[in-house]
């Protein structure tokens, strides 16, 4: 609730009053200023002065208030002003010059993007924008959007450089292939832990499946750098498979399950921040587990499978 003072000009022009001077007393009267400070040793306080309670709580006691005209005499505030008790807003804000009014909501049980779409499908069935007004969406939503839109610039460059580094590496194209074939099966294991602990695909759970890139890659590297040892020592391919899926089991493990144990309590937490966490715990935890799984078996078998594939095209 407010009290509302508009000032009459014509009857200020007709007594002689100065529109800023109403103002300048309404304000002093009902909101106070400052006038004076008290010193009290190297204390400061400042003197405030205005009008008792029952003097500016009440529309007709504000309408008896007395400003000076132009000759001295003083007129009741009722002759030049009007005086009404209105119901405003508590704060006005603004953006970019224009006013904001902000809706705020917290979702829960839903993803927050498909919660924004059926936002914006109901307004904008339902809700006709008057003129010179606009709607924007933000908060979390927006951060996530440009979030996502950097990282769907950024990761498909840094995979094109790490296969083309992997390629380097071996020195063969067939080996980063061999190694970038067992991610997407990987990272199905992150998708299959969301769904299981209800989780949704936000940006904590794509940063966690850039962790599992990474970790799924540097297993894949350090197993098939194994291999291509064991067959250049002589070993036949056969047993080289073999020798290097045991021989590169225990890091490949150990890599795996200090991942998932110091991962284990952000899974778990319910506290706050928890919220971030536990989708980037799922992903790691539950592709980390998969991604084992296919490194050890799915690679050697894979590995055994391109190299027949490559004599068998030499000796053709």
């Known amino acids: 609730p407010q009290i509302q003072v508009i000032a009459d000009r014509d009857a200020c022009a007709r007594f002689g009053v100065d529109v800023g001077e109403i103002l300048e007393h309404v304000e002093v009267a ?30 007709e006691a504000v309408r008896n208030l007395l400003v000076h005209a132009e000759d001295g005499t003083l ?72 979030a996502m839109a950097r990282l769907s610039l950024i990761v498909p ?60 890659v540097q297993n894949g590297v350090v197993l098939v750098s194994c291999i291509n040892r064991l067959v250049e020592g002589g070993t036949g391919l056969r047993e080289a498979v073999i020798q290097g899926a045991m021989l590169r089991m225990r890091p490949v493990l150990m890599t795996t399950l200090t991942t998932v144990f110091g991962l284990l309590p952000l899974l778990l937490a319910r506290g706050i921040g928890s919220e971030v966490q536990r989708p980037l715990a799922t992903v790691v935890i539950f592709g980390l587990i998969s991604a084992t799984f296919f490194t050890l078996f799915v690679i050697p078998a894979a590995y055994e499978w391109f190299e027949d594939r490559r004599d068998a095209a030499c000796a053709s």
């Not at 909101?31 to 009440?58: C, K, M, P, S, W």
């Not at 970019?96 to 904008?124: A, F």
Request: net charge positive.
């Open 30 to 59: 009902i909101g106070g200023a400052v006038i004076d400070h008290v010193y009290l040793n190297t204390r400061r306080f400042g003197i405030h002065v205005r009008y008792q309670e029952q003097y500016r709580d009440d529309p």
């Open 157 to 216: 460059i840094v995979v094109v450089l790490v296969f083309f580094l992997l390629s380097m590496a071996f020195g063969s194209l067939r080996k980063a292939m061999l190694i970038f074939l067992t991610l997407p099966l990987a990272l199905s294991g992150g998708v299959f832990g969301l769904l299981l602990m209800r989780e949704y695909l936000s940006v904590p759970a794509a940063v966690g499946f850039i962790a599992l890139f990474g970790i799924g």
């Open 75 to 146: 007129v009741p505030l009722r002759q030049v002003a009007g005086v009404r008790r209105v119901s405003g807003p508590v704060q006005i804000n603004r953006e970019n010059n224009q006013r904001r009014w902000i809706v705020q909501g917290n979702v829960r049980g839903r993803d927050l993007g498909s919660v924004v779409d059926d936002i914006k499908t109901i307004v904008g069935e339902k809700v006709t924008l008057p003129p010179g007004t606009s709607l924007e969406y933000g908060g979390q939503f927006e951060n996530q959007q440009r």
